[in-house]
């Protein structure tokens, strides 16, 4: 049985469709998979028209959810050296940088308030987070100093990584593939799915760390936005916590 995605149109004015997410994700598909490089669902159907977008994938339920940080990091640093400098000259719809950001900004700005009145922030979450406010512009924008740009999955949390029986790692969900820094799928990774204690092990893996601090406060405005989707107090929570105050402490480093 084949992995069947379907998405209808996206919402005029959404993130979704400022990003043409959908759309990219049959593009990637359509024109990157067969020469990616990595491990990724096979593909035998992907359609899009004004009814929405189909995608027919190879399914890979049998696989273990996610994938240990070395492993993951991995695979990741694979994607990335593949495509440097080349991604977004070979194609050029890939997502730019900045993309969105207004949107992101402004959905930040209005999701704090409700963060903030939250008990289950450590101070230094809440510091770092009440910092990003009416910042999140700026912090996107310093993006572009963390390296050369290459091609991105642009959500490589855990959840969107499958291990196989050999240990092998695919990347699933394309639909924000993008030409960007390469230590931004890192950064990314490490906050919403690695276990503080097992940065190190990622970090490791992936080869560097360059360009970790420049990127992280733009992926503490996604952790910050994922975090308030489980409720106060809560175990899933409570991890998001301990990575963000993870990343926070990484950057107060860097300051002293």
Not at 1 to 25: C, D, Q, V, W, Y
Not at 135 to 163: C, F, I, K, W, Y
Not at 184 to 197: I, K, R
Request: with cysteine; hydrophobic share 45%.
């Amino acid at each position: 049985m084949h992995h069947i995605k379907r998405r209808s149109p996206a919402e005029p004015g959404s993130i979704a469709e400022t990003l043409n997410m959908f759309e990219s994700e049959v593009r990637f598909y359509r024109e990157i998979a067969p020469e990616v490089g990595v491990r990724v669902p096979a593909c035998y159907v992907a359609e899009s028209n004004a009814d929405g977008t189909l995608l027919e994938l190879e399914n890979l339920s049998d696989w273990a959810p996610g994938a240990e940080p070395a492993a993951g990091a991995l695979v990741l640093r694979s994607l990335h050296e593949q495509w440097t400098g080349r991604a977004h000259v070979r194609w050029p719809w890939l997502r730019p940088l900045g993309a969105g950001e207004d949107l992101v900004a402004a959905l930040y700005d209005r999701t704090w308030t409700a963060l903030a009145a939250r008990s289950d922030l450590s101070a230094p979450v809440r510091a770092a987070g009440e910092k990003l406010v009416g910042n999140v512009m700026e912090a996107d924008r310093a993006v572009v100093r963390a390296g050369a740009l290459t091609m991105v999955h642009g959500d490589a949390s855990a959840q969107h990584m499958r291990t196989g029986p050999d240990g092998e790692v695919a990347l699933l969900d394309w639909e924000d593939v993008s030409a960007a820094p390469g230590v931004l799928d890192l950064a990314w990774f490490l906050v919403s799915s690695v276990e503080p204690e097992r940065w190190g092990e990622a970090v490791d893996a992936y080869g560097t760390s360059q360009g970790l601090v420049e990127v992280m406060p733009s992926t503490m405005v996604q952790g910050y936005l994922s975090m308030s989707d489980h409720p106060d107090g809560s175990e899933a929570a409570a991890a998001w916590v301990a990575r963000l105050e993870a990343a926070a402490g990484l950057l107060s480093a860097e300051a002293r």
